[in-house]
């Protein structure tokens, strides 16, 4: 680094700094963190779509590690949802040249997703869900999927906790999730998935596909074989999660004694989750 960049750089403002090395990353190719957009572009291009819209819920900067920019950058219209201040100025910022995109910057909840999404006329059938709120995302999916029916789902799930143990945190906005602590487990999501007739299609590490049963055309996954598929026996895996060593034993138990390791760990956040 030259010495005129080193000065320029130790006095620009961090929001700004960062704002750079947005703006930078912007003009590369490929924008996930785990190579998501491979997987939404394949499904993408095989489902019979009406529209191009696509919601981003949790959207933090618009960019870096985004599922949903480069359907942005190639013209698609939507949603892109953000709480975090200076997040949502970074991507206010980058995202004044997509017209067709709604900036909303708010707490998502279960009591106000689905009047975002009429507030900005989003389809009945929009054609990308990316829910990502590390929280009580299962909640937030519930409200979505009983009024509107997303073409393709990704949603992370809390990928530390295997099938068949059905966990997800509760539903309250004053809950704090940190560490292994947020969202739901595979098994909490596949209940969704009955009740609202929707296909497991595959697992990228801690990001789960989804897509109506009635329009997908792939062969649907129970969530044990996706799990093992795309998360337990992926080479990679410790590599890409080394904060998961202390969750590697629940792997190998029983459900019983997986619930048990579970209720041990998170001791502290007594009554805030549900584990079955």
């Known amino acids: 680094m030259s010495k005129f960049r080193q000065v320029l750089k130790k006095n620009l403002p961090p929001t700004l700094i960062k704002i750079v090395a947005v703006i930078k990353h912007s003009l590369k190719d490929g924008y996930s963190f785990l190579d998501e957009e491979r997987v939404i572009k394949k499904y993408l291009d095989l489902l019979p779509l009406s529209n191009r819209f696509c919601v981003d819920i949790a959207a933090a900067d618009g960019i870096n590690s985004s599922n949903t920019y480069a359907l942005y950058k190639n013209g698609w219209d939507g949603i892109a949802v953000e709480l975090d201040t200076n997040n949502f100025y970074i991507l206010s910022k980058l995202y004044m040249k997509f017209s067709g995109v709604n900036l909303i910057k708010t707490k998502v909840t279960p009591e106000n997703v689905n009047f975002i999404l009429k507030a900005c006329n989003c389809p009945n059938d929009f054609a ?11 909640f937030v999916l519930e409200k979505i999927l009983s009024e509107f029916r997303p073409c393709l789902i990704c949603l992370e799930i809390n990928e530390s906790i295997p099938p068949p143990i059905s966990f997800t945190v509760k539903y309250d906005i004053e809950t704090v999730c940190e560490g292994h602590f947020f969202g739901q487990s595979i098994s909490k999501c596949y209940e969704l998935c009955k009740r609202f007739n929707y296909d497991i299609v595959e ?15 792939q062969n649907a996954l129970s969530p044990e074989d996706a799990y ?20 590697e034993i629940i792997l190998y138990q029983s459900k019983d004694d997986g619930i048990k390791f579970l209720n041990a760990k998170f001791e502290k956040y007594k009554g805030k989750y549900i584990i079955e």
């Open 228 to 247: 093992r598929n795309g998360y337990k026996e992926k080479i990679d895996r410790k590599e890409k999660f080394p904060a998961n060593k202390d969750m």
């Open 203 to 217: 697992l990228c590490y801690n990001n789960l596909f989804i897509i109506p049963h009635e329009i997908n055309k």
């Open 128 to 138: 990308f869900l990316n829910l990502d709120i590390d929280s009580y995302d299962h």
